[in-house]
């Protein structure tokens, strides 16, 4: 089949696999003869750290170079919490132990050792990014110069490049967001859903993913999208009545991170705006502001173009909407953690604009891709 390929064709898978290898050769920069790859992880100076990881060989970094994939790998070396001693590994948790998902996988592809099971955490994003590459070539074929750009600005979007820089949540929760959307094209409701239920346990946003669901046909169609429902919901409502024999209440952790819809938005663009505009501005400062109109004009266009049978496009609302009342913690930095919250816009955006024409292609592409400039700037990755 590869033999019937154009030249065109063939420069661009040739490409898209360069680029993998890019990946590859980036993630192989971190490693660390003694400490492997837990650089990745982001452990802050030790105070705190469970037991069972001060006996290991890791990395660590100071206060302000510590990141939040080391309190999901810690709940992955306690991932029942039965150890008291995991309280004081956590910033906040009742709201990290929520999100239980991603350090359940790595206590499984470690096989209970608490070694593997760090080189398991700090390497799942870069094994379920390679998934992810290959998955989204579904969509998006690299075989063109329109579908190669697509896919690496997926694949390569800033929130997908840091999930796997610092082994955080964001880059599994779009693998399994990207499986239910394609289970859901095939009209396999209840398997859609199980999968959005299992999401549910990685961060509980992940469940706007129910918005993707195809719609229930044929008889007692009503109760069929019931029974979905519970099922894309129960696994979280499990855990969190487990978690609540623990903590007493969860249902405060993580409600600071909503804020007044649209509001958060206009200060964050105002503010960059003033910077960049009238300010001092920096390179980052600049890449800021093109993250935040980026993000304006994905809503734009799935507006514009309301394609509202695509579960691609329901999905990618639900978190537009969702980038509208978050918090202005999430904007904070450069340029923030909203690349990550919003990842499966960024996704979205792009396999519904495979379906434009050539007349307004580009222009869509580079202002809704203006993420990629920022992310560039993480390739290679560097250790800390």
Same mark, same amino acid.
């Given at each position: 089949?590869?033999?019937?390929?154009?030249?065109?064709?063939?420069?661009?898978?040739?490409?898209?696999?360069?680029?993998?290898?890019?990946?590859?050769?980036?993630?192989?920069r971190?490693y660390h003869?003694?400490?492997g790859?837990?650089?990745?992880?982001?452990?802050?100076?030790?105070?705190?750290?469970?037991?069972?990881l001060?006996?290991?060989?890791?990395?660590?970094?100071?206060?302000?170079?510590?990141?939040?994939?080391q309190?999901?790998?810690?709940?992955?070396?306690?991932p029942?919490?039965?150890?008291?001693?995991?309280d004081k590994?956590?910033?906040?948790?009742?709201?990290?132990?929520r999100?239980?998902?991603?350090?359940?996988?790595?206590?499984?592809?470690?096989v209970?050792?608490?070694?593997? %099971?760090?080189r !398991?955490y #700090?390497?799942?994003n870069?094994l379920v990014? *390679? &998934?992810? @590459? +290959?998955?989204?070539?579904?969509?998006?074929?690299?075989?063109?110069?329109?579908?190669?750009?697509?896919?690496?600005?997926?694949?390569?979007?800033?929130?997908?490049?840091?999930?796997?820089r610092?082994?955080?949540?964001?880059?599994?929760?779009?693998?399994? %967001?990207?499986? !239910?959307? #394609?289970a859901?094209?095939?009209q396999?409701l *209840? &398997?859609? @859903? +199980?999968?959005?239920?299992?999401a549910?346990?990685?961060?509980?946003?992940?469940l706007l993913?129910?918005?993707?669901?195809?719609?229930?046909?044929?008889?007692h169609?009503?109760?069929?999208?019931?029974?979905?429902?519970?099922?894309?919901?129960?696994?979280l409502?499990l855990?969190?009545?487990?978690?609540?024999?623990?903590?007493?209440?969860t249902?405060? @952790?993580?409600r600071?991170?909503?804020?007044r819809?649209?509001?958060?938005?206009?200060?964050?663009?105002?503010?960059?705006?003033?910077?960049?505009?009238w300010?001092?501005?920096?390179?980052?400062?600049?890449?800021?502001?093109?993250?935040?109109?980026?993000?304006a004009?994905?809503?734009?266009?799935?507006?514009y173009?309301r394609?509202?049978?695509?579960?691609?496009?329901?999905v990618?609302?639900?978190?537009?909407?969702?980038?509208?009342?978050?918090?202005?913690?999430v904007?904070?930095?450069?340029?923030?953690?909203?690349?990550?919250?919003?990842?499966?816009?960024a996704?979205?955006?792009?396999v519904?604009?495979?379906?434009e024409?050539?007349?307004?292609?580009w222009?869509w592409?580079?202002?809704?891709n203006?993420?990629?400039?920022?992310?560039?700037?993480?390739?290679?990755?560097?250790?800390?």
């Amino acid at each position: 089949m590869t033999a019937h390929r154009t030249p065109s064709q063939r420069i661009c898978a040739s490409a898209a696999i360069g680029l993998v290898v890019l990946l590859l050769a980036s993630v192989a920069r971190l490693y660390h003869p003694r400490f492997g790859f837990t650089e990745m992880i982001g452990f802050g100076d030790g105070t705190g750290e469970l037991p069972a990881l001060q006996a290991l060989p890791h990395s660590r970094h100071p206060p302000w170079g510590s990141y939040d994939g080391q309190f999901y790998a810690q709940l992955a070396l306690e991932p029942l919490l039965r150890d008291p001693a995991i309280d004081k590994a956590l910033d906040l948790p009742p709201y990290r132990a929520r999100r239980i998902l991603f350090s359940w996988t790595a206590w499984a592809l470690g096989v209970g050792r608490p070694e593997w %099971i760090l080189r !398991a955490y #700090a390497l799942q994003n870069v094994l379920v990014w *390679l &998934v992810l @590459a +290959a998955l989204m070539t579904r969509w998006l074929a690299p075989t063109t110069p329109r579908g190669l750009a697509l896919w690496t600005a997926c694949l390569f979007s800033h929130g997908m490049l840091t999930s796997v820089r610092s082994a955080l949540l964001d880059g599994p929760s779009m693998l399994l %967001i990207a499986l !239910a959307i #394609a289970a859901s094209e095939r009209q396999r409701l *209840l &398997v859609s @859903a +199980a999968i959005v239920g299992i999401a549910g346990l990685g961060r509980e946003t992940n469940l706007l993913a129910v918005l993707g669901l195809p719609r229930a046909k044929g008889p007692h169609a009503w109760a069929k999208l019931g029974l979905a429902l519970v099922m894309a919901v129960t696994p979280l409502l499990l855990w969190q009545d487990y978690l609540r024999s623990i903590y007493r209440s969860t249902s405060a @952790a993580g409600r600071d991170q909503i804020d007044r819809p649209l509001m958060v938005y206009v200060d964050v663009l105002s503010q960059s705006l003033n910077k960049v505009l009238w300010g001092d501005p920096t390179l980052l400062d600049a890449f800021k502001l093109g993250v935040i109109v980026c993000l304006a004009v994905q809503l734009a266009y799935l507006v514009y173009r309301r394609y509202y049978a695509s579960p691609w496009w329901r999905v990618a609302l639900g978190y537009a909407v969702l980038m509208l009342l978050v918090h202005k913690v999430v904007w904070d930095g450069y340029p923030g953690a909203v690349t990550r919250v919003t990842l499966p816009l960024a996704f979205g955006f792009n396999v519904l604009l495979a379906r434009e024409a050539n007349r307004g292609f580009w222009g869509w592409y580079v202002l809704g891709n203006l993420h990629v400039l920022p992310a560039a700037m993480l390739l290679p990755f560097h250790p800390g």
